[in-house]
């Protein structure tokens, strides 16, 4: 072997060792780091179109730039996350004051509703042995759970870090990412080129094509599908009804979790005597969930990856499943290219498509 080749190997297996243990010692930061690239390629053409204008935002460093980007994120992220905490607050200061008036006034004193509902008495005796004599929710769901709930807080609490943390990772990265974006840009498909293969450029810009056509498909038709399921809610007078309705369709593609979410505040409309809200909250929901999350959503994430909508579909789902909420975005990218590769590989004669 030439002596040049099997010190490049060398080298290569030197590099290989150091790769490894950086990835190694940073596997608590790395899907923080992982949706900070996510995030990145999603609104790099905006950010393009940014420092490409004419506005004060062009004349601005690189630095200043994307530090503005990503503190827009920031705020975007920070706001629903912080609205949402809010509302659970709320939600847990007036469930803790019902049940310390219930306490207060003796045992048996169940919401009326449930004389309408089947097993209604069995409902009613299990409220007055487990929750009319309590004196907050989270004595409630203690009792209940046997007393496991209270060791079950700081584990949660714990986990609540992880992810402020894997958040703050993620603006760190996105910022690097979004400042150095142009030097990664050009750099890129000569060392894919060099490494690999130069078709292999392609396959990259595919992939990044897709993830940005599956965001925008989730994000934007999430966002809407979560206002038409948010307004019934709203002007019914659910509580937390467009914090709910934005969840239910942003996330609307995990299996049954629309329903699960939407369901019980249009029960909750429905015994509380808002009957047609609650008539026009379960159209709502047949319409967003059959046709907006089946069909349209499909569709238009298609339209950017190039694959039919029961594919894009499972390649959500099990990246959902696999990866957490990051694989919701890249799943269809990774499905995407391995269909184009296996359609190169498979199809093309001789595997040598250009």
């Not at 393009?48 to 460093?61: D, K, M, P, T």
């Not at 306490?103 to 509902?117: C, D, K, M, T």
């Not at 293969?197 to 999430?222: F, K, M, P, Q, W």
Request: glycine share 10%.
């Amino acid at each position: 072997m030439d002596p040049k080749t099997k010190s490049h190997k060398a080298y290569i297996v030197f590099a290989a060792c150091f790769m490894l243990a950086a990835i190694f010692i940073l596997q608590s930061f790395l899907f923080g780091l992982l949706w900070g690239v996510v995030m990145a390629v999603s609104i790099w053409p905006l950010y393009e179109h940014v420092a490409q204008g004419s506005g004060r935002l062009s004349r601005l460093s690189e630095g200043a730039r994307a530090g503005l980007m990503a503190l827009l994120v920031a705020v975007v992220f920070v706001g629903p996350t912080a609205y949402g905490i809010y509302e659970l607050a709320n939600a847990y200061a007036a469930g803790s004051n019902y049940l310390a008036q219930s306490s207060a006034q003796g045992a048996g004193v169940a919401p009326s509703f449930f004389s309408y509902l089947p097993f209604g008495a069995k409902m009613s005796a299990f409220w007055l042995e487990n929750i009319s004599n309590s004196s907050g929710v989270v004595d409630v769901l203690n009792k209940l759970s046997n007393g496991k709930l209270l060791s079950f807080v700081p584990l949660l609490w714990s986990q609540a870090m992880d992810k402020i943390l894997a958040m703050t990772v993620m603006l760190v990265s996105l910022f690097f990412m979004l400042k150095h974006g142009k030097s990664v840009q050009s750099r890129y498909a000569g060392v894919l080129a060099y490494w690999v293969e130069e078709r292999s450029v392609r396959y990259v810009d595919s992939a990044i094509e897709a993830l940005r056509g599956t965001i925008n498909g989730v994000v934007l038709v999430g966002a809407f599908e979560g206002v038409l399921l948010a307004l019934p809610l709203v002007l019914g007078g659910v509580q937390a009804g467009l914090l709910i309705g934005l969840a239910a369709g942003l996330l609307g593609v995990i299996p049954m979790l629309m329903p699960l979410l939407v369901l019980p505040c249009l029960a909750y409309l429905y015994l509380s005597g808002q009957t047609t809200w609650a008539i026009v909250g379960a159209i709502d929901l047949a319409l967003v969930w059959f046709v907006f999350e089946n069909i349209v959503k499909p569709q238009v994430i298609g339209k950017r990856v190039r694959l039919n909508s029961l594919l894009i579909l499972m390649a959500m789902v099990g990246g959902l499943q696999t990866l957490g909420l990051v694989g919701l975005f890249l799943g269809p990218a990774f499905v995407a290219v391995a269909m184009e590769l296996a359609r190169d590989l498979f199809w093309t004669q001789g595997g040598d498509a250009s």
